[in-house]
């Protein structure tokens, strides 16, 4: 089992920053990719940015040129640092692994979420 802890988020004013983390814990054989997905009320779950093993990322097009995402492989964490974030970057921020076991498997894994809201 994996367990994926997050951490920060909370409310912030328009313009503000915050940093989410999340640590992977547990059987965590081969992490393929770490990132952060969000979800608004009555919307679906979206991506914001992910980060495979090898290190490329992608990003989603909201989140280009104000977000970034990072990751330390020894500590088996990722961080998603959010800078000039907007009213409609409100939504519960879900940390995600994919997890590749030792008989070739994959599973995901998803964080308990982390609200984050955007005052205007």
């Known amino acids: 089992q994996v367990q994926l802890v997050e951490s920060g988020g909370g409310l912030v004013q328009t313009g503000g920053s915050l940093r989410l983390s999340c640590a992977a814990s547990?059987?965590?054989?081969?992490?393929?990719?770490m990132g952060w997905y969000r979800q608004s009320p009555g919307e679906r779950r979206e991506l914001v940015a992910i980060i495979l093993s090898g290190g490329s990322r992608n990003v989603a097009d909201s989140a280009q040129g104000r977000f970034t995402i990072s990751r330390d492989n020894a500590k088996n964490t990722v961080n998603l640092q959010m800078t000039n974030l907007k009213p409609e970057d409100t939504a519960v921020y879900y940390c995600?692994?994919?997890?590749?076991?030792?008989?070739?498997?994959?599973?995901?894994?998803w964080g308990q979420g982390t609200q984050v809201t955007v005052s205007s």
């Open positions: 995600h692994a994919l997890i590749g076991t030792s008989v070739g498997r994959r599973y995901q894994y």
């Open positions: 547990g059987s965590t054989f081969s992490i393929d990719a």
